[in-house]
């Protein structure tokens, strides 16, 4: 069982729906991560999270300890926001490296 | 815009060769880490350089071998290529290893032929 795990894998949604992509991790951490990756590779930083919520637009990261569990949500979602989203855990055994999860490809059709 | 930049962009390998790949971070990031990712995977954790030194490794052989130099750029270096070496490698700098976000280089799509 990977430490990282994503859910749902891919999700396609219309334009302007509501958007949920979950994380669960098994390790402690110091830090959990989500992340944006567009075709070609390039991955951009959208929140860094330890404790409770995080608001950037119309992106929402949520992260509960207790139950080792992130989710990010997209309010409002445009085709711009089709890309593969990633979940990366900064674990407190390990703090020189990130985990990541395996991605949650998500596709908002017009 | 990262500001972190890697090279080359696509490069095409055979089995048995040698392959160096570079990253330059921005002015300041003591920290560069390198990763693989797979088709369709997540990312995995290569190695980290933390001012010129390795400080930590992930499940990686020690064919996959790496340098950090004080103008803040990096190498990737892969000796003896296998097929399974065909992945997307990332850079990503940081001024602190354990604290901070993250900046991640646009990648090399290496193919091993």
């Known amino acids: 069982k990977n430490e990282v795990e994503q859910s749902p894998q891919n999700l396609t949604a219309q334009e302007g729906e509501f958007i949920t992509i979950n994380c669960s991790y098994s390790v402690g951490i110091s830090a959990l991560h989500w992340l944006q990756q567009h075709p070609g590779g390039g991955i951009v930083s959208l929140f860094m999270l330890s404790s409770g919520k995080k608001k950037h637009g119309r992106l929402i990261a949520t992260i509960n300890i207790q139950e080792k569990h992130s989710s990010l949500h997209i309010t409002a979602s445009h085709p711009r926001d089709s890309a593969v989203y990633i979940c990366?855990?900064?674990?407190?055994?390990?703090?020189?490296?990130?985990?990541f999860g395996q991605g949650t490809r998500l596709t908002i059709n017009p | 815009e990262t500001g972190v930049t890697q090279s080359p962009t696509h490069l095409i390998k055979t089995r048995g060769q040698q392959v160096t790949l570079r990253c330059s971070s921005q002015s300041g990031h003591n920290t560069v880490s390198w990763y693989q990712q797979a088709l369709g995977q997540g990312p995995q954790f290569i190695f980290q350089y933390y001012r010129e030194e390795e400080n930590g490794r992930g499940n990686f052989p020690p064919r996959f071998s790496g340098l950090q130099f004080p103008n803040y750029s990096s190498e990737l270096n892969v000796n003896a290529l296998e097929l399974d070496d065909s992945a997307l490698y990332l850079c990503?700098?940081?001024?602190?290893?354990?604290?901070?976000?993250?900046?991640f280089g646009p990648g090399t799509r290496l193919t091993v032929l």
């Open positions: 990366a855990v900064r674990s407190v055994q390990g703090a020189q490296k990130l985990v």
């Open positions: 990503a700098s940081s001024w602190d290893f354990s604290t901070d976000t993250q900046y």
